[in-house]
C-alpha cells in the first residue's frame, strides 16, 4: 500500500484530483486543512490537504485515465473536422451565404448538373464581382452566368486541316477510349472529307489491341503501321509522308505509372510537329481528375476529347475539366458507335445543360 497527499482550494477539489489519478477505488486516510504558504499565505485562505492510501493495482487508473484522455481528444478532433465539414458543405450548399437567393438556386442547379462545388462558387464569386447581379430577375442571372460560363469553356478547337500535314496523338488513361475515338475521328475524315489518312499504333503491349485498330482500319480501308519504339514511329511518320492527316493511338496509361509516363514523354518529344489530344473520361470522380490530369503536367499543348458523356449523363466535368486544365476543348463522345458517337463540343449546348434545372428527372 502506498499513500499520497493532495492538496485543493476545497475539499472537493482536492478530491477530484485524487480520484483522477487513483481511480475511485483509493481510500481517504485523512483530511486536514493547512496553511497556505505562498506569498502573502498568511492572509490566503486556508488549504485542503487529503492524503489517500492505494495500491499498485490503482494506478492502473492512471494509465485509464491516459486512456481516456487520449480518446477524448481524438474524439475532440474528429467532432472539430466533423464540425468542419459540415461547414463546408454548408457552404457549397448555400453558395457561402454572401449569394443572393438566385445566385443560390443557379449555385445549386450546377452543381447537380456535375460542376464541382468549389469550382461552382469560384466562377460565380467572379461573376458576381464583375457584374451587379442586384435586383435582377433569376431569368436575367442565369443568361449572365450561362454567357459567362460559354467565355470560361471558350471556343471548341477541333482537328482542321490545312496545308501542313497533321499528326495527331490520342493519349489518356487505361480504357478512357483512345482507340474507339480515333476511329471516330478518322471515320469522319474519310467519309466526310476525302482527306488521305495514316494510322499509326503505338499499343504494342496487347495483341488485342493492335487488332482493335487493325478492324478499324480494314472497315475504313485505311492503312496501318504498327511502331514498337520511337524508331518505328519516326520511319513510319516518313512512309505517310503523303497523308494528310496521321493519327496515332498510344497504350493506356496508368496516371500512376511513372515509367510508362516516361516512356510516353520521350515518344512525344521526338516528333516536333504535333497535335495532342489527352482524353478524359466525363464519369470519371473529380479528385481523380485533378491527380489524372496533374500527371500529364509534362505536356505544355494538348486539346481536350471528353469521353463518355452519355454514361455521366451530364456536362459538370466539361467545366471542371476546363477548369483544372485550362486547355482548349475539342470533341466530346456518347457512346460506343463509331463513327457517330462523336461530336465537336458545342458550347451553347454545354451551358444550357449546366443552367437547367432538373436535367436527370
Ligand atoms: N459509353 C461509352 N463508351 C465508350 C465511349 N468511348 C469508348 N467507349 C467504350 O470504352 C471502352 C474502351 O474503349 P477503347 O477505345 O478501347 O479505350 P482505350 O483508351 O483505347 O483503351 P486502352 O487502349 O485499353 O487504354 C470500349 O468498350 C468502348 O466501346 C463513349 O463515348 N461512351
Ligand atoms: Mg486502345
Redesign the pocket.
Known sequence: MKIKKYIGQTAHEAMSKLKMELGPDAVVLNTKTIKNRGLFGFFKKPLVEITAAFEEKDLLHNNSRADYESKLKSINKELVELKNLMLNISNDKEGNGSFSPELDKIHRIMVENGVNPNISLDILKDIGEKVDLKQKDMDTIRKIVMFNLSEKLGKPEPLVVENEQKIVFFI??????????LAKIAANFVLNKEYKVGLITL?TYRIA?VE?LKIYSEILQLPLKIAYNKDDLTKSLLEFKDKDIVLI?T??RSHNDKYQLEELKEILESVEEKEIYL?LDATVDFNILGSIVKNYSFIDDYKLIV?????AKNFGNMINIKYITNKELSYY????NVPD?IQTIDIQEIVENLCRENLND
Open positions: 489518356g488513361s487505361t480504357g478512357v477510349g483512345k482507340t474507339t475515338t499499343d489491341a482493335q493511338d497504350a493506356g482524353l469521353t463518355k458523356v452519355d454514361e463522345t456518347v457512346g460506343q458517337d
